[in-house]
């Protein structure tokens, strides 16, 4: 059975219908476990705003920032009506929104490239990680854009995935797709090997 990290766009929480496109998606989707992260969005750019301001220290913003995720995390087991959970479910299939601070504890002592406490280093890159760490077979970036070219370069030049990522999607062997979840239709930008 597939497991899939699925990142939710902390843009996309402006979508009155964001349970129902959401499901929809899902019900496209091959059987699996299906593990729900959500980004930092607009709670993570008042983070970085405030750190603009007084010039944090990187650790402790960068733990600020995992915390939004976590805030969105709830809001979107809520809305969803899915288990929140820190663990990936043993069993499935399974869809379910994972709060990632647990697993971020570990995170550093683990093997693999470990995640670097800087703004370079977004929901994106922790999803990337957490393919690793967990042995997914896919990850799923659902976002509120539609990416104007393929390459991975090219993503990150025009700010769809954080500067990092490259780093840590390529240590992993899941398959990978970019989705504007804000299209009337789904489609896949780009797929990793």
């Given amino acids: 059975m597939k497991l899939r990290i699925i990142k939710v766009g902390g843009s996309l929480f402006d979508l009155a219908d964001l349970p129902e496109r959401l499901g929809a998606w899902l019900k496209q989707q091959a059987p ?11 709670l993570a750019d008042c983070v970085r705003r405030y750190d603009a301001t007084f010039a944090m ?13 976590r805030l969105l ?46 703004w370079d280093v977004t929901s994106d890159s922790i999803c990337a990680r957490l393919t690793q760490l967990l042995a997914a077979d896919e990850l799923w970036l659902l976002k509120s854009v539609t990416p104007a070219a393929a390459g991975l370069e090219q993503l990150v030049q025009e700010g769809i995935v954080d500067p990092e990522f490259p780093h840590y999607i390529a240590e992993s062997s899941a398959t990978w797709q970019v989705i504007n979840l804000r299209e009337p239709t789904w489609r896949d930008h780009r797929a990793g090997p």
């Fill in 57 to 69: 220290d990187e650790a402790y913003v960068h733990g600020v920032a995992v915390a939004t995720m």
């Fill in 32 to 42: 699996g476990v299906n593990l729900l992260v959500p980004g930092g969005g607009a």
């Fill in 73 to 118: 995390a709830s809001i979107l087991s809520r809305v969803c009506e899915l288990p929140l959970v820190d663990e990936p479910p043993t069993i499935g299939p399974a869809t379910v929104v994972l709060d990632v601070r647990r697993l971020m504890l570990r995170e550093p002592a683990a093997p693999g490239l470990a995640l670097r406490a800087t």
